[in-house]
């Protein structure tokens, strides 16, 4: 990448062509979205974000308006769908359906709805739907709930 498009575009460790299509993608997103202001997407490519973390405290913020909550007490829960992206056909009833997340050294296995061994050689997988969705912290953890963290990396 060009160090003056470096300057004014997104921190990224893409090559030039990968690049520019990732940012047409972003743009595509972003251009629906002003287009129409008042038609929410079904789903949100949270990795076509330029700030991934202010559209998950959005969700959070909504969750205080509809619920009368604290925002600085709340968290962002994540469920795993068994659905991609063409097969969700309405919005979240509660947060926001998300794709664009990725597990590293791991995969999601959709018969079983779990986290297993990555295969060989590959070292990335994306992730089907994700619903986030606000609420506060649980006093007692369920055991089928996996705590993990979740990162933003440049790309």
Known sequence: LP??????????????????VNLQDRC????????EPLVIP???????????????TAI???????Q???LDKLHVFTEVTKREVR???GHSREGAYVTGMFLEGARWDMLSNSLED?????MFERMPVVNCKAG???????RSTYICPAYCVTT
């Open 3 to 20: 160090l003056w498009w470096a300057k004014l575009g997104f921190p990224s460790t893409r090559a030039l062509k990968s690049w520019r």
């Open 28 to 35: 595509t997103q972003l251009d629906d979205w002003v287009n």
């Open 42 to 56: 079904k789903v949100v490519d949270i990795s076509k974000l330029f700030n991934p973390q202010s559209f998950l």
């Open 60 to 66: 959070k913020q909504l969750c205080c308006q509809e």
């Open 68 to 70: 009368g909550l604290e």
């Open 87 to 89: 097969q969700i056909e």
């Open 118 to 122: 990555s295969k060989p050689k590959e």
């Open 136 to 142: 506060p912290p649980m006093d007692k953890l369920d």
